[in-house]
């Protein structure tokens, strides 16, 4: 082989690599991961009182920004379809319901818009995770442009 058909196929295999390892796969996470925090109560002024604030572990922290899958019941909040929350357990046992705790739910914000989510129907969500550790208007995971992969 002359140098010339060498160096083409270096080059070629060099950007197939480049491309591959550009390319991030999506992490699958559970909500038994998701659960594993630690909590801190601090004095929140807009409400006069205080309230639980998580403390992410460093593998968990590692997760912020990437993209990852997860899978859990649907309870639909904006009447829009741009957002819903996903739960860990159905509507009976969710958060909202006291039964379960603050770390087994999170916001997914929709890629697209869709209205037709109904509660608890079991599906699987692939976007990029936020970790939430100051806003208490938020849940303290956030999924966004989120979209459906399976169910």
Avoid: H
């Avoid at 909590?39 to 929140?44: D, L, N, Q, T």
């Avoid at 109904?118 to 969500?125: H, I, P, W």
């Amino acid at each position: 082989m002359n140098k010339f058909k060498l160096f083409v196929c270096y080059v070629i295999s060099s950007s197939i690599f480049l491309i591959t390892a550009g390319q991030q796969k999506a992490i699958n996470v559970n909500w038994d991961l998701l659960q594993n925090i630690q909590f801190k109560e601090r004095f929140v002024k807009e409400i006069g009182g205080y309230m639980l604030f998580p403390t992410f572990p460093v593998n968990i922290k590692k997760l912020n920004g990437t993209e990852v899958i997860i899978e859990g019941y649907v309870v639909p909040f904006d009447i829009k379809g741009e957002k819903i929350a996903l739960s860990a357990n159905s509507y009976a046992a969710c958060y909202f319901c006291g039964k379960a705790g603050p770390a087994s739910v999170m916001t997914i914000n929709l890629k697209v818009s869709n209205k037709k989510y109904r509660t608890d129907q079991y599906r699987t969500f692939k976007g990029k995770l936020r970790l939430n550790e100051n806003d208490i208007n938020e849940f303290y995971y956030i999924m966004d442009d989120a979209v459906q992969i399976k169910n």
